[in-house]
């Protein structure tokens, strides 16, 4: 595992790395939720018990959940300055879970998740920043990609069917070519010995299998 820490402007203290570790010793990749997180902490003993307010007369449970999402988030890999938990949405679990920047990379179905939420930061961004003067001036090519992918979308479908209709068609073109093949060899076939008979009797040259008579 790689070096990891709290970001500089979070106000937890304490080591990064051994939390990740216990985290990730403790809850599978589709049960690291708020919820469950609370709940491994919840014993005195826990590595990540002092990250949380235990006090009902102060904090909530919905509280400390939202503690568990933030102690969470602000863990980074400190090489690349990349978080280390994504929050995203597993196939068969019920809500949203947190699973490591390698683990979503490993799926393609996480990362398309990732490339939506890409495009949700970009029109952000753009619908933030274009009516300052001199945005447009600025940033006008990146304003126009950023509205042509909201008009059209990642078409991640699309593009499998595209690959997939070539395909389709390249093997309907052989078998046609293959067919015709079939065709020209079955007509062939009709001549004795397989051999058409035009070219070399015009030639008159003898072809085996085939009789000519001398002119008298």
Excluded at 15 to 35: Q, W
Excluded at 103 to 112: D, G
Excluded at 117 to 128: A, W
Excluded at 173 to 178: K, T
Aim: a positive charge; proline letters at 3%; aromatic letters at 6%.
């Amino acid at each position: 595992m790689s070096e990891l820490a709290f970001k500089d402007l979070s106000p937890l203290k304490g080591n990064a790395l051994e939390i990740s570790k216990y985290i990730d010793k403790h809850l599978a990749p589709n049960k690291r939720n708020p919820r469950n997180i609370v709940e491994l902490a919840r014993n005195p003993k826990s590595l990540i018990h002092k990250y949380f307010t235990w006090d009902d007369s102060v904090a909530a449970e919905k509280f400390r959940r939202l503690q568990a999402s933030n102690l969470i988030n602000v863990i980074i890999e400190v090489q690349t300055n990349e978080k280390r938990y994504l929050n995203v949405k597993v196939v068969d679990v019920v809500g949203r879970t947190y699973m490591t920047s390698d683990e979503v990379k490993a799926q393609p179905y996480l990362c398309r998740q990732m490339l939506d939420k890409c495009l949700g930061s970009l029109l952000h961004i753009e619908s933030q920043y274009k009516n300052f003067a001199g945005a447009e001036a600025a940033f006008g090519r990146v304003f126009a990609e950023i509205r042509i992918l909201k008009k059209e979308g990642i078409k991640y479908e699309e593009i499998k069917d595209r690959g997939t209709r070539k395909n389709t068609n390249q093997r309907s073109e052989s078998s046609e070519n293959n067919s015709q093949t079939s065709r020209n060899k079955a007509d062939i076939s009709k001549q004795p010995n397989g051999i058409s008979r035009g070219i070399g009797a015009k030639q008159g040259k003898k072809i085996p299998g085939i009789r000519t008579s001398k002119a008298v």
